[in-house]
């Protein structure tokens, strides 16, 4: 694990290097903590963080979070705040409204369910990985009946399936995941489920958690009803946040709930915008806070959304893309199968089952100790047998890439796996190569 620092410790320096290696910047401060911080542990974060979430965040989005404290009542942090989330709609591509939820990712699936369904109510839950269950446990939770529709982890969704169960019953919810974060597959087509939804006069949730400003996911052509991400995946912001996006036909749900919501301060109807009368500074409609705002993360979503949009949409995802491809050529040139189908594969995460006989935990420690590289194991079936790696925001870049995969090569042989040195690094900067040769790989702003 990450070096801790304790109290008593003799040695008179204490480094917290804050590394964003994704974006060519290093800022490795010397930090030594005032006697007040006597007692707690600071943990040192000099490792790449190749997870599929939390990962690395830039230089420029740390960095925005050094500021005074303010109070997020003031009409100056109101701007800022519709600002902020009008760039977030922008990454979102909706123009219904994005609020945003304090909590990691499943605070955001927690705020969605229990904002539409109420006890009794049947929901469809659709399941290819471990995320999925989050939302079966919430309908469950709430006193309402999750109805759970497996398919094979990293492996196409059948939708005649969703469709005849969907046909057997009445469903007000049908929930799936977009990209499945413990088996590495994406489902482009989860616009297609959300018309099977609507057609059966149910809402659709996705959980876009991993994949949010790292894969596109067009919200309002998908007609998506409750969208779910969260900071610290591809936005590459710090852990605190979940955002839901809402969708007019949900807003008419909760509107027409039997009973309140039981979810006090999560239920989104105490976010959703009211109208302004009159109209301040252009503005027509006035987005409560639900709750006191963490102003400082939200300086720091600020600095991430402007780093996302000054990239654009399309050369981000493209970029994704092709690490993520860059990534898995390398990976398969060492004689290793991606879990997920190729078509499947997914721009942010791909989950890689290990050579049998090596475990994961063993593998995870040498990548962490001898490369400086942390991240996490498959989970469930493949908690023991599998690794996963994150190449999103500032990771999503060939320097990560290619040093992960020179560590993941050298920690196989260090365990006894054969390998022709260099493979790996060597058909991913050939895959590199040969995209640069049709068009030229710009440079990451940091
Ligand atoms: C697809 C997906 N959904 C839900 C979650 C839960 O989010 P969190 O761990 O941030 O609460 C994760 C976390 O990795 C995820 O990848």
Not at 282 to 308: D, S
Not at 373 to 389: E, K, N, Q
Request: glycine share 8%; with cysteine; hydrophobic share 40%.
């Amino acid at each position: 694990m990450d070096e801790v620092w304790h109290p008593g410790d003799t040695r008179d320096r204490h480094p917290i290097s804050c590394i964003t290696r994704g974006g060519a910047v290093f800022i490795g401060e010397d930090y030594r903590p005032p006697s007040s911080t006597l007692g707690r542990a600071i943990v040192n974060t000099d490792d790449i963080l190749m997870c599929p979430g939390p990962n690395d965040i830039a230089d420029r989005v740390l960095r925005a979070m050094i500021r005074p404290a303010a109070c997020p009542v003031t009409p100056e942090f109101q701007e800022f705040y519709e600002r902020t989330l009008d760039m977030l709609a922008q990454v979102y591509q909706t123009h219904h409204q994005v609020v945003p939820i304090p909590g990691s990712g499943r605070s955001g699936v927690e705020s969605a369910i229990t904002s539409v369904i109420e006890p009794g109510d049947r929901a469809l839950v659709i399941i290819c990985g471990t995320f999925g269950h989050l939302a079966a446990r919430v309908v469950n939770g709430v006193g309402g009946q999750a109805e759970e529709v497996y398919f094979p982890w990293g492996e196409q969704l059948d939708l005649g399936v969703i469709r005849d169960k969907l046909a057997q019953g009445t469903f007000k919810l049908v929930t799936m995941v977009h990209n499945e974060t413990s088996s590495g597959a994406v489902y482009m087509n989860a616009g297609e489920v959300a018309k099977l939804a609507h057609a059966h006069g149910a809402l659709f949730l996705l959980d876009a958690i991993s994949s949010l400003a790292g894969a596109d996911l067009p919200t309002d052509v998908w007609e998506v009803d409750l969208c779910v991400s969260c900071n610290h995946k591809a936005i590459a912001a710090p852990i605190g946040h979940a955002y839901v996006a809402v969708s007019n036909r949900a807003w008419a749900v909760m509107e027409g709930r039997r009973e309140p919501c039981r979810n006090i301060f999560g239920g989104l109807l105490n976010w959703k915008a009211q109208l302004l009368d009159p109209p301040v500074d252009g503005r027509t409609m006035r987005r409560p806070q639900g709750v006191f705002t963490a102003v400082h993360l939200f300086y720091a979503l600020h600095e991430a959304l402007t780093m996302i949009l000054e990239e654009g949409l399309e050369a981000r995802f493209a970029r994704h893309r092709l690490n993520a491809q860059a990534f898995r050529e390398g990976i398969k040139a060492l004689g290793l199968q991606p879990l997920a189908r190729p078509e499947l594969a997914s721009p942010t995460v791909t989950c890689i089952p290990l050579p049998e006989g090596i475990r994961s935990a063993d593998f995870l420690q040498y990548l962490q100790q001898d490369h400086g590289i942390f991240t996490l194991p498959g989970l469930s079936p493949y908690r023991d047998t599998a690794i996963r790696i994150g190449h999103m925001g500032v990771t999503a870049i060939p320097r990560c890439i290619l040093h992960t995969l020179y560590a993941i090569e050298s920690v196989l042989a260090k365990m006894g796996y054969r390998v022709v040195p260099g493979v790996a690094v060597n058909r991913a900067e050939q895959a590199y190569a040969e995209a640069s040769a049709r068009e030229p790989l710009k440079a990451v702003a940091s």
